[in-house]
């Protein structure tokens, strides 16, 4: 799994994620101080979702790409502590290995 935190995006970037999002494209995230992208094996990626929307008030969206190795990326908009408590929080779940 791979993990970055942009912090303050450029109009550039929020442009290429909103045009590779899998909502709506009019569907836009409120108050993006900063954008979490994680990207790996879809599973953990559903996992990563779940734990980042339950710490903290984030939108979490998935980002379309051509991956052969079946892999997914995702984007997390929101303010940039909330994007970093989520992004902790991913980690910190995928990290576990109880299969409860």
Do not use: W
């Not at 550039?12 to 999002?21: C, E, N, P, S, V």
């Not at 984030?58 to 908009?77: R, S, W, Y």
């Amino acid at each position: 799994m791979d993990m970055r935190i942009i912090r303050h995006p450029s109009q550039g970037t929020i442009d290429i994620l909103y045009r590779r999002k899998g909502s709506p494209r009019d569907v836009v995230p409120a108050n993006i101080g900063a954008v979490g992208l994680v990207q790996g094996k879809v599973i953990e990626m559903i996992v990563a979702s779940d734990a980042a929307q339950k710490s903290v008030d984030v939108t979490v969206e998935d980002i379309k790409g051509n991956c052969p190795q079946n892999m997914l990326m995702l984007a997390i908009f929101g303010e940039t502590a909330a994007v970093e408590t989520a992004m902790r929080a991913i980690k910190e779940r995928l990290e576990e290995t109880d299969f409860q």
